[in-house]
């Protein structure tokens, strides 16, 4: 049974992972098979939003406890990751990743990406282990690895950032996934398009599926 290691940036699509999206692809993994255990940094969060109101809210949250709430209490700090423990790394998207996983949506072009963070994708890339990436997650892979293929679906801001890294950016639409066989790397748009839920179960089973022919 192959294992797939699931990175969440929190809980929630405006300061976490995008719930949808965390759900269901640890849906698509067991359809397919497979199993999994879920990964977050043990750290503050950037800042806490109301998902009614849009605003920001005076609290502080830690982004692996908010983790295991999708988790259902079995998260793991990053700190912990192996990669001789897992046969592939899946991140999945929402606003979280850009804010916690790294700093994209704060620093732009001079972001930062979680340390830990940045030691599991190096370690999986240097073990030859296929890595895959929805939504906005992939401009986590453009600051790390350049020169290769991705995308976020037609997203002008991210596709700017993803060639300035020097990576190639793929216009994608719904359930689309862009392959860099070389790299090993996978991504799809999800909820970077003007999604249904239902685009979203057919995403991350699409990319669960293509992950698993190189394995």
């Known amino acids: 049974m192959k ?22 692809t640890l849906l698509a993994i067991v359809k397919n098979g497979c199993s999994y255990e879920v990964f977050a940094p043990d750290r503050t969060q950037h800042h806490v939003v109301n998902h009614l109101t849009g605003k920001e809210m005076p609290e502080s949250r830690n982004v ?10 079995k998260a793991h700090p990053m700190e ?8 592939a790394l899946i991140f ?9 996983l790294i700093t994209w949506a704060i620093d732009g072009d001079q972001c930062r990406v979680d340390e830990s963070v940045e030691k599991a994708l190096r370690s999986m890339k240097m073990a030859n282990k296929p890595i895959g990436a929805m939504c906005i997650s992939p401009v986590l892979l453009a600051k790390i690895f350049p020169g290769i293929k991705l995308t976020t679906g037609n ?7 993803i ?3 020097g990576s190639e950016y793929v216009v994608a639409t719904h359930a689309e996934v862009i392959v860099d066989k070389q ?10 398009l003007d ?13 669960v599926k293509e992950m698993l022919k190189v394995m």
């Open 195 to 207: 999604a249904a839920i239902t685009d979203i179960e057919k995403g991350t089973d699409n990319l």
């Open 163 to 165: 060639r300035k890294m």
């Open 64 to 73: 692996l406890v908010e983790s295991s709430r999708i988790a259902r209490g």
């Open 80 to 87: 912990e990751f192996d990669p001789d423990d897992f046969d």
């Open 92 to 100: 999945p998207g929402g606003f979280g990743v850009a804010k916690n």
């Open 3 to 24: 294992k797939f290691a699931v990175v969440l940036a929190g809980c929630g699509v405006f300061d976490g992972a995008e719930i949808h999206e965390a759900t269901l």
């Open 155 to 161: 997203d002008h801001i991210s596709a700017d950032f």
């Open 183 to 192: 790299a090993k790397i996978f991504t799809t748009p999800c909820y970077m």
